[in-house]
């Protein structure tokens, strides 16, 4: 990655963060400035000043697991290494019996290495991670498809769930030669993360090509959003205790922003194929410096890469433009939204210039957007805004941003920087389709139970006729084993002139 010079300002104990650092050479308030203020203290100067700072994310948990390997893999792309789930290390994860590994005797071209083995799976399945770190965590699993003698993973389907979560249901690996990376954020309040593969009736086989689970920074999921639905708009919290899949993640007006350039490791796709109406918008790339404050957006909630390009609209002259830039996704009905849009104002040559308004689904959500009050009065500071929808969308959903009527001629009347889509789970803790977790674990076949009892009854009956048999053999040889018993009393006589004395009763 890209780093500037940096002096470590001050160190705090955090679990989370390795250190606090402040870029010093382009810093918005000088050192001087900031000793020069009366009743100075260094503790409360980094919130109230509100300096730049960098972190360094270092989660807590982080698994890393390269299913099917025998070693550990690293990828070249991000540097990162996977631990193999059939090594020494790796295979504690892997709670299960009957799986296989397969490896790609014929791998494509530059092709990442932990696509190269898969772990196959013929009946449920579990990898386990301890938790040390509750809260949310990022889970992404990794599939790819390759030819095998063995096993046709083509026609694999199956259902994955995640400590009572449905991630999958009846998943089949799509047509593509590409690999498969779904993205989800996981809210975790025990001590393990159970990850279940369970094939499906019909194909009898399940697969991964690789497994992530790290714990999320705790800025990364708010628990608070504007609620929209087809009546109102209101605020709404209780947001983080729920699981959320990744639908769209989209750098506005910028390139493709790879995991190398992403704290979290991430992708965002250009925003191209999802512009409805761009007629009078034009893109900006920024070479600045990104500045990040405490208390807002951070470098986990969005990279530089997407904070430094936009789409915005312009007027060059006396006239305001009338019209909006909108963005068009696709998604399934039946299920709530959480959308993220990333604002940062890196056009305007002045403050206090920008004021637009911002629109899901055509309602308006945010009049006359005044970025320079939301980030304290200062340019390139990021801001994001969350919306929480649930209504009839009719299977797209489109979010859009244009002038206010406070917009302003001759500068930047609207502008958007990035765009995330999450689905949450429904109410049975789904986000693939109206089924639970238990019910899914139920629906697997007990093996050979319809021979099974029939047999286990069968095997009973012999033995209690054998132990009745046995016992009327041995009541036939006591019985001539032992005399007669006496009829007249006078055998009762004692050989040895003892007389059987009678009393009175």
């Not at 296989?100 to 386990?128: A, G, M, Q």
């Not at 969308?393 to 001759?410: A, D, F, I, K, T």
């Amino acid at each position: 990655r890209t780093t500037q010079p940096i002096h470590t300002l001050i160190f705090f104990s955090s679990s989370s963060y390795k250190s606090t650092s402040w870029v010093s050479s382009t810093a918005s308030i000088s050192s001087m400035d900031i000793f020069r203020k009366p009743g100075f203290s260094l503790y409360i100067s980094l919130s109230l000043l509100r300096l730049t700072i960098v972190y360094s994310f270092s989660p807590i948990d982080h698994y890393l697991i390269d299913c099917g390997s025998t070693e550990a893999t690293t990828v070249d792309v991000d540097n990162r290494q996977f631990t193999g789930d059939s090594s020494e290390s790796g295979s504690q994860f892997l709670a299960a019996t009957g799986t296989i590994s397969l490896r790609d005797s014929n791998p494509p071209p530059n092709s990442s290495p932990i696509y190269h083995t898969t772990r196959v799976f013929t009946r449920p399945s579990k990898y386990e991670f301890n938790i040390r770190d509750k809260g949310t965590h990022l889970v992404r699993l990794h599939f790819h498809k390759f030819d095998s003698s063995k096993f046709s993973l083509c026609n694999s389907q199956f259902h994955v769930s995640v400590n009572g979560y449905v991630l999958l249901n009846n998943f089949t690996a799509e047509n593509t030669q590409n690999p498969i990376i779904k993205d989800y954020m996981i809210w975790v309040d025990t001590e393990k993360l159970v990850i279940t593969f369970m094939p499906s009736k019909k194909s009898k086989l399940a697969f991964v090509s690789a497994v992530e689970v790290i714990s999320a920074p705790k800025d990364l999921i708010a628990d608070v959003a504007q609620y929209m639905n087809s009546k109102k708009i209101e605020k709404i919290d209780g947001l983080m205790k729920n699981s959320l899949e990744t639908v769209y993640r989209v750098n506005v007006g910028g390139p493709k922003v790879t995991p190398f350039n992403d704290s979290l490791w991430r992708t965002w796709v250009p925003d191209d194929e999802f512009l409805k109406l761009s007629d009078g918008s034009t893109r900006v790339y920024f070479g600045g410096r990104i500045k990040y404050q405490m208390g807002g957006a951070s470098r986990e909630v969005g990279p530089d890469n997407v904070y430094k390009t936009a789409r915005v609209i312009t007027s060059s002259n006396d006239l305001v433009p009338n019209l909006n830039i909108t963005w068009v996704f696709p998604v399934i009905e039946g299920y709530k939204y959480l959308v993220r849009m990333h604002f940062c104002d890196v056009a305007s040559i002045s403050l206090g210039l920008l004021y637009f308004n911002v629109y899901v689904n055509g309602r308006l959500v945010y009049e006359n957007l005044d970025l320079t009050y939301l980030t304290n009065g200062m340019l390139a500071s990021p801001f994001y805004a969350d919306f929480l929808v649930d209504e009839k969308s009719l299977g797209v959903l489109s979010v859009s941003v244009g002038p206010s009527n406070m917009s302003m001629p001759h500068t930047v009347d609207a502008i958007l920087n990035g765009v995330e889509i999450m689905k949450m789970n429904n109410s049975m803790g789904s986000l693939d389709g109206d089924v639970s977790a238990e019910s899914i674990l139920k629906s697997w076949p007990r093996r050979n139970i319809g021979v099974l009892v029939p047999l286990i009854a069968v095997v009973c009956l012999l033995l209690t006729a054998s132990v009745v048999i046995r016992r009327r053999k041995i009541g036939v040889k006591d019985s001539v084993a032992w005399s007669p018993l006496p009829v007249d009393i006078s055998e009762l006589n004692l050989k040895n002139g003892n007389q059987l004395s009678l009393g009175k009763v």
